[in-house]
């Protein structure tokens, strides 16, 4: 469904993408995992054309994405929640839901959505900056669940967020991947990352240096140390 190859991409002279090859196929939720720095929230600026790559292949679809407007990716059925959330503070919850949409939504549409997030639905009114930092990040991924995504790029989603709506937003993303949206998910939180997904990636220095299924991992704290510096014991 989404395959890179040797995506390289530019800030001004330094390359930060050294040819980045990953896939993603359909139904699936695969985690890109590394060290601060190597170049995660890149990859997904560049898939999303934010930062468009100065080299290599990226095609959704069979569809080259080179060829496409930035702002016509997410209607392609790509969803982007990046990094630090960014919801409109002083627009409620139901308008931070209704930004990307064309028209307003007929009645019931925004149910499913609801039915993922209980919260929004309590909040509805209220301003997107006065929810706490688990429920903006709820309602991040809400705000792109609305354009029908059918793969959803999430950038670091359970960063800054209490251990009990780590669990929450866990369950959730899962929920979502198992109504047949896949996932590309760049987590520090590699318990996260290993539960809900079952291959990953380990990227260093702006390009993957290793592969395996979550169950390989899970099953080498090894390896995680070797390529995170962590361990998730
Ligand atoms: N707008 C920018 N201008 C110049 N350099 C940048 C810019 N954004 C990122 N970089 C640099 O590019 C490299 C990769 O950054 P990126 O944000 O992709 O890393 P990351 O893996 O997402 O890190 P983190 O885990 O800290 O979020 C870093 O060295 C960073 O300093
Ligand atoms: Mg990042």
């Known amino acids: 469904m989404l395959e890179l190859k040797g995506v390289t991409a530019h800030y001004g002279k330094s390359r930060v993408l050294q040819g980045v090859d990953l896939e993603v196929r359909d139904g699936e939720a695969v985690a890109l995992l590394g060290r601060n720095g190597v170049g995660k929230t890149t990859t997904l600026r560049a898939i999303m054309r934010l930062t468009p790559p100065s080299g290599g292949?990226?095609?959704?679809?069979?569809?080259?994405?080179a060829e496409v407007r930035a702002h016509d990716i997410a209607a392609l059925g790509i969803g982007y929640v990046p990094q630090g959330r960014h919801i409109f503070p002083r627009l409620t919850v139901l308008e931070n839901l209704c930004i990307g949409l064309a028209e307003p939504?007929?009645?019931?549409?925004?149910?499913?959505v609801y039915t993922h997030f209980p919260v929004l639905?309590?909040?509805?009114?209220?301003?997107?900056?006065?929810?706490?930092?688990?429920?903006?990040?709820?309602?991040?991924?809400?705000?792109?669940?609305?354009?029908?995504?059918?793969?959803?790029?999430?950038?670091?989603?359970?960063?800054?967020?209490?251990?009990?709506?780590?669990?929450?937003?866990?369950?959730?993303?899962?929920?979502?991947?198992?109504?047949?949206?896949?996932?590309?998910?760049?987590?520090?939180?590699?318990?996260?990352?290993?539960?809900?997904?079952?291959?990953?990636?380990?990227?260093?220095?702006?390009?993957?240096?290793?592969?395996?299924?979550?169950?390989?991992?899970?099953?080498?704290?090894e390896l995680v140390h070797r390529y995170l510096g962590v361990s998730h014991a």
């Open 57 to 65: 292949e990226i095609a959704f679809n069979d569809r080259r994405l």
């Open 105 to 112: 939504p007929a009645a019931g549409e925004l149910e499913y």
């Open 121 to 221: 639905l309590e909040r509805m009114h209220q301003f997107g900056g006065t929810l706490s930092g688990g429920e903006q990040q709820q309602l991040a991924i809400a705000r792109c669940l609305v354009m029908r995504p059918r793969l959803l790029l999430l950038d670091e989603p359970t960063e800054g967020i209490m251990p009990i709506l780590v669990n929450t937003l866990r369950k959730e993303i899962k929920a979502i991947n198992q109504t047949g949206v896949s996932i590309l998910l760049v987590e520090q939180n590699v318990r996260t990352a290993l539960e809900l997904c079952t291959r990953v990636y380990f990227m260093e220095k702006g390009r993957i240096s290793f592969e395996c299924t979550a169950a390989q991992a899970k099953a080498d704290p």
